[in-house]
C-alpha cells in the first residue's frame, strides 16, 4: 500500500501498486489530461510505470521546467519512425536530446535530400494526429539482439551487444514501431504537439570513430509550444545574420584557408581591432600590477610528463620529434619517448619555470605573471568554428603566485577587474559559476575541499551570487566560470579563474616563509577575454559587427558629395587623423548613397559627408551607423566629440 507524498505536502495512499496516470487522475481529471511524466523521488519516469512502495511524485505537465526534454526525446523517435515509414530499409542508429533539439544518425544507401526533410516533417505531424500509444518492455539481452538482427537493425543489434551480459534491455514502442531506450517517454505521440522543425542534414561516424561507417544525420528543434518554435527560429534567424564568419568577410577582417586549418589569417581591419584589445588590457594589467613575460612555444616532453598534462592532454598537442641535424646534411632523430617535444597548449607550466628562478620569500608574494601566449591545440576539424573553436589560440593569460591567506584578497580583485573590463565592454548579463572536482583528478580531498571552499568565500566576499557547477572542474583544482548573455539572449563563457595547489607540488615551486621554512605557494590561472580569437568573435556576434566606437578598425570615412569638395574633404580627413581617429577617405566619382550604403554595408560608425556647402562653412554632415538623421555640426566640434568618443574606456 504505498503512500504517494505530493509537492504540496499531501499524501495519498493507494491499495496496490500505482502508476503515475492513477495517481494524477485521483487527484484531477484535468490534471490526467495534461500530465506527460513523474518525478519519483527526484527520477523522471513514464506516466504508465508502477510505483509500488512509498514516494514522494511530482506529476511533470507541459509547463514543468522537465517536459521539454521529454518532448524532444521523443520527438527524435518521431522523426525516425517517418523515416523509417517513407524510407524502408533504413537503419536507425542512435538519437539523444542536444542543446535545443535533438538529432537521430540514419544508416542509408541513398542519401537524404533538403526535400525530404518536407515530406518527413509533413508525415511527423500525422503521427502526432494518429496518438499512438506508448508502451515499455523489458526483454532478455540476447532475445534483443536475435530480435533487431532479424529486423535488419544491425546497429541496434551492435548496441545491445556491447552492453553488460545479463542485463536487461528497455525497448519503447510507440504504435508498433519500437526502438531499444532507457526512456522515459510520453503516453502517446499526440503529447508530443506540433511545435517542432528538423533543420540541416549532416554527416557523422558511427560511434564518432572515423574509421567507421558514414551516417546520415538529421538535426530537429522541438519546444513545448508554437510561440517558443517561433521565437527560437527567429532568434536562428538572427543568429545567423550575426555570424561571425559572415561579419569578418564582409567587414575584410580575417579570413581561414585549408592550408592552415583552425589558424586564423587575420586582415590588417581585423588586426587593428585585435591591438586595440590588447592595448586595453595591457593597460589593465600594468595597473593591476602585473608583471608581463614571455615563455617558449616548444617545450620538451618531460616537463609535461611533470605537470601531468601528457598523461591528461596529450591527444590534443601537437608533438614534434627532437630532431638534432647531422654533419652529412641528413637529419638524425633522437628516439624514445622522451626525446619528444609539443607546441604549448597552456602557459601554466612555463610560467613556474619563471617563478622558480631566484629564491622567493614570502614578501615577494603575490607575483602576477601575464602573458599573451600564443598556444596550439590539435583540436579535430570537425570541431572548429571560425574564431569561436581554433586551433592556435592566444589567450590573455595571467598566473598569481600568492601565499594561502592572500587567496580571498586576489580572487576578489581579480573578479572586480573581470567587472571592470566587461562593462567597458558593453557586455554586463553575467552569471558566475563555480565548478567543483571532477571525477578524474589530482590531489587528494582535503586540498580540493579547501579550493573549493576559498573560491566558495571569495565569491560571497565580492557580493556575487553564484551556482555550482558539480564536477566541471578543472583535473588540478576548481574553477570559476563566467557565462555572458549576448545581445540576442545567447549564452558564452568566456574568462576563467582556477585555484591550483597540484602544480606547484609537482614542479616544485616553492617560497621561503617567515621562519625561513619552504613552503608551496598557491597558484591561479587566470584569463579575462579568455582567448583573443573567441573573445573578437564574441564580440562582433554580440554587437552584429557594429562595434563601439573605440574598437571599429575604421571609425570615421570622410566621403566627398561633388569633386568641389575633395581639397576640403582631404583636409578634414588629415586633421581626424591628427586627433588619433582611424580614418579613410572616399572621394571617388560616385553618388553620396551609393557611398554612404557601401560604408554602412562594412559596419563604419561614422561617416563624415562634406559638399560645397559644408566646405564654405567649415562643417561636416555626420551619419552614425543606423541612424537615419544627419547631424550638420562645425568641423572643430566634431573632431573634439569623435576624438574623446574614440578613446579606448579606461583612457576618458
Not at 621 to 635: D, F, M, P, T, W
Request: charged share 30%; aromatic share 8%.
Amino acid at each position: 500500500m504505498p503512500a504517494i507524498t505530493l509537492p504540496d505536502g499531501s499524501v495519498r495512499q493507494f491499495d496496490d501498486v500505482v502508476t503515475g496516470t492513477a495517481i494524477a487522475e485521483s487527484i484531477s481529471k484535468s490534471l490526467a489530461k495534461k500530465a506527460l511524466a513523474i518525478k519519483v523521488d527526484g527520477e523522471v519516469c513514464d506516466l504508465f510505470g508502477e510505483i509500488a512502495e512509498d514516494a514522494s511524485v511530482e506529476i511533470i505537465t507541459r509547463d514543468h521546467e522537465d517536459a521539454l526534454d521529454i518532448i524532444r526525446h521523443d520527438a527524435a523517435h518521431l522523426m525516425a519512425q517517418a523515416v523509417q515509414e517513407l524510407f524502408p530499409g533504413t537503419q536507425v542508429t542512435i538519437g539523444p536530446n542536444i542543446e535545443n533539439g535533438f538529432f537521430y544518425d540514419f544508416a542509408r544507401d541513398e542519401p537524404f535530400s533538403s526535400d525530404d526533410l518536407a515530406s518527413i516533417e509533413k508525415r511527423m505531424n500525422q503521427i502526432v494526429e494518429e496518438n499512438r500509444p506508448t508502451r515499455k518492455e523489458v526483454w532478455e539481452r540476447d532475445a534483443a539482439i536475435a530480435h533487431f538482427k532479424e529486423m535488419g537493425e544491425h546497429y541496434k543489434a551492435e548496441i545491445i551487444a556491447d552492453l553488460p551480459e545479463g542485463e536487461d534491455i528497455k525497448v519503447y514502442f510507440h504504435g508498433d514501431w519500437h526502438d531499444l531506450c532507457r526512456g522515459p517517454h510520453l503516453p502517446s505521440t499526440k503529447h508530443i504537439g506540433k511545435a517542432f522543425k528538423l533543420m540541416k542534414l549532416a554527416g557523422a561516424y558511427w560511434r564518432g570513430d572515423h574509421r567507421n561507417a558514414v551516417l546520415q544525420r538529421i538535426y530537429g528543434t522541438a519546444w513545448t509550444n508554437e510561440k517558443d518554435l517561433k521565437a527560437y527560429l527567429v532568434r536562428l534567424e538572427e543568429a545567423e545574420k550575426r555570424d561571425h564568419r559572415k561579419l569578418g568577410r564582409e567587414m575584410d577582417l580575417f579570413h581561414f584557408q585549408a592550408e592552415a586549418q583552425g589558424s586564423v589569417f587575420w586582415h590588417p581591419k581585423g588586426y587593428l581591432i585585435w591591438r586595440q584589445l590588447e592595448a586595453y588590457i595591457r593597460r589593465r594589467l600594468d595597473d593591476d600590477g602585473y608583471s608581463e613575460v614571455k615563455s617558449p612555444q616548444l617545450l620538451d616532453s618531460k616537463l609535461w610528463e611533470m605537470s601531468g598534462h601528457w598523461g591528461k592532454f596529450r591527444e590534443n598537442m601537437f608533438v614534434v620529434p627532437d630532431e638534432i641535424p647531422s654533419t652529412d646534411d641528413e637529419t638524425s632523430v633522437i628516439s624514445g619517448e622522451s626525446d619528444l617535444m609539443a607546441l604549448k597548449p597552456m602557459n601554466c607550466p612555463a610560467h613556474i619555470q619563471i617563478f622558480n628562478q631566484g629564491i622567493k620569500s614570502y614578501r615577494d608574494l603575490p607575483i602576477r605573471m601575464a602573458e599573451f601566449g600564443c598556444c596550439h591545440r590539435n583540436e579535430a576539424h570537425g570541431a572548429l568554428h571560425g574564431l569561436l573553436r581554433v586551433r592556435q589560440m592566444t589567450q590573455d593569460d595571467a598566473h598569481i603566485f600568492c601565499r594561502e591567506d592572500q587567496i580571498l584578497d586576489e580572487t576578489r580583485r581579480f573578479l572586480e577587474l573581470f567587472g571592470r573590463v566587461y562593462e567597458d565592454m558593453g557586455m554586463t548579463d553575467i552569471a558566475y559559476k563555480l565548478a567543483t572536482r571532477p571525477e578524474q583528478r589530482a590531489g587528494d580531498d582535503a586540498t580540493w575541499d579547501r579550493a573549493e571552499k576559498a573560491l566558495a568565500d571569495a565569491l560571497t566576499a565580492a557580493g556575487l551570487e553564484f551556482e555550482i557547477a558539480e564536477g566541471e572542474g578543472a583535473f588540478y583544482g576548481p574553477k570559476l566560470e563566467f557565462h555572458l548573455t549576448d545581445a540576442i539572449g545567447r549564452t558564452w563563457q568566456a574568462g576563467t579563474y582556477q585555484l591550483d595547489y597540484v602544480l606547484p607540488e609537482r614542479l616544485d615551486a616553492t617560497y621561503i616563509d617567515e621562519t625561513g621554512a619552504k613552503q608551496r605557494p598557491a597558484m591561479l590561472h587566470r584569463a579575462v577575454f579568455g582567448t583573443f580569437e573567441r573573445f573578437i568573435g564574441l564580440l562582433i556576434e554580440n554587437y552584429a559587427g557594429k562595434l563601439p566606437f573605440w574598437l571599429a578598425p575604421v571609425q570615421v570615412v570622410v566621403a566627398t558629395i561633388t569633386s568641389e569638395a575633395e581639397d576640403y574633404a582631404r583636409e578634414t580627413a588629415a586633421l581626424f587623423e591628427q586627433a588619433g581617429l582611424r580614418v579613410e577617405l572616399d572621394i571617388r566619382n560616385e553618388k553620396i548613397n551609393y557611398k554612404v550604403r557601401e560604408h554602412s554595408l562594412s559596419k563604419v560608425p561614422v561617416i563624415a559627408v562634406v559638399g560645397a556647402r559644408e566646405a564654405d562653412e567649415t562643417k561636416v554632415s555626420l551619419r552614425r551607423l543606423g541612424e537615419k538623421a544627419q547631424e550638420v555640426v562645425g568641423r572643430d566640434a566634431a573632431l573634439e566629440k569623435l576624438a574623446q568618443d574614440g578613446l579606448a574606456p579606461d583612457l576618458r
